[in-house]
């Protein structure tokens, strides 16, 4: 379900990429190869993001990129981008069966219309969802009626795209995708779980640093997307708050199984649990369908606690995933000792890398 920001109709399939997953803490980026009808991931990097007042400049963000690219050690050039919740929009609408670039310039030309808000000078792109088995797009129309598609619609700022290509281009790499992080987890859980992905009604939480996303799937279909502003850093902060602890020591302990920090975790991880599940009833109140499942990524999903909890708050059973269990891994030393701990923290980066790869 690949959805570009740009020139992706037009590039071909690589057989090796770098994908960049650009976190507001720490950066995750991922090195697959193609190796006939095989994915490989050869290494991964998990790096300390800038730090920077304000706005991420092409230059701070340059020097980041060379970092990333001499960690994975690699000669490759070719590099996704996957954006932060904060730079992109990513919303399901309906639009006229016509094609990708006249949809783009539909959703330009009237914002208001099809996002709910005046965008601009930004820059779109659209994944139109394949009917489902079975479906008929004229059985609900009425004669003489251009046909509806559901189509996923992104966008982000022309000169945010801009900046990104310019340190993408400073950073000594070729630009090939810059997708929104958002899709990342459902592009890899596509791969990962086939028959959930296809068969089910589930939700993808990610539990990022500023922000946590939840995008909710039937039978393969992305029906709703929301962004919250609770991650993984207020939990942090509210639990070193509570416990009179510093903020190192308060996430040692919310990603550890510390029974005396039970109840402080549990206050802190409730909000969080409060807005995914008002997402969860929209979903089931809408399609008077239950979800199934709520998969969680992101480096908070290797708390026990948090885990336990936001089964508490929704209901439902709520488990880790791993993005990589669709690839065969060729990771050598500590690398491959980590990747099973750390695998939640990279899908972002590899569903960004299934874009172009």
């Known amino acids: 379900m690949a959805l570009p920001f740009w020139n992706g109709d037009f590039r071909k399939k690589r057989d090796q990429m770098i994908a960049v997953d650009l976190g507001s803490r720490t950066t995750k980026a991922v090195l697959l190869e193609r190796r006939g009808e095989v994915l490989v991931l050869t290494r991964y990097a998990l790096l300390d993001a800038p730090v920077y007042e304000g706005k991420l400049s ?84 009425k004669p003489g ?49 086939p028959q959930a992905f296809a068969n089910e009604s589930v939700a993808l939480v990610d539990i990022g640093f500023k922000h ?30 509570t416990m009179k602890i510093t903020y190192g020591e308060a996430e040692g302990i919310k990603v550890g199984t510390a029974l005396e920090a039970k109840s402080s975790i549990e206050n802190q991880v409730v909000p969080l649990g409060r ?12 399609y008077d ?9 992101g480096g908070s999903a290797r708390s026990e606690l948090i885990m336990e909890t936001l089964h508490s708050q929704l209901v439902v059973e709520c488990k880790t995933w791993s993005p990589t269990t669709f690839l065969q891994l060729a990771l ?24 172009a790869i």
């Open 212 to 241: 946590s996303s939840i995008c909710i799937l039937d039978q393969g279909e992305l029906i709703l997307s929301r962004v919250v502003s609770i991650g993984g850093d207020r939990l942090t902060a509210g639990l070193a708050d």
């Open 145 to 193: 009626v251009i046909p509806k598609l559901k189509v996923l619609v992104a966008g982000a700022k022309e000169q945010s795209i801009a900046e990104f290509l310019t340190a993408i281009k400073e950073a000594g790499l070729v630009a090939d995708h810059i997708v929104p992080g958002l899709i990342g987890p459902v592009n890899a859980f596509e791969m990962a779980m």
């Open 289 to 297: 369908k239950p979800i199934t499942q709520v998969y969680i990524s």
């Open 58 to 141: 092409p230059e701070l963000l340059a020097e980041h990129l060379r970092t990333v690219a001499g960690t994975l050690d690699t000669k490759i050039k070719f590099v996704t981008l996957a954006i932060g919740l904060d730079d992109a929009v990513v919303r399901q609408v309906e639009l006229p069966q016509i094609p990708k670039d006249e949809m783009r310039m539909v959703v330009k030309n009237n914002t208001k219309g099809y996002l709910q808000q005046d965008l601009p000078r930004y820059v779109f792109d659209c994944h139109i969802f394949p009917p489902k088995p079975g479906a008929n797009l004229n059985e609900t129309q």
């Open 332 to 355: 050598s030393g500590q690398q491959a000792v980590d990747i099973e701990q750390v695998s939640p923290q990279l899908a972002v980066a590899i569903g960004a890398a299934l874009a």
């Open 275 to 286: 807005e995914l599940r008002a997402s969860l009833d929209f979903f089931e109140n809408q």
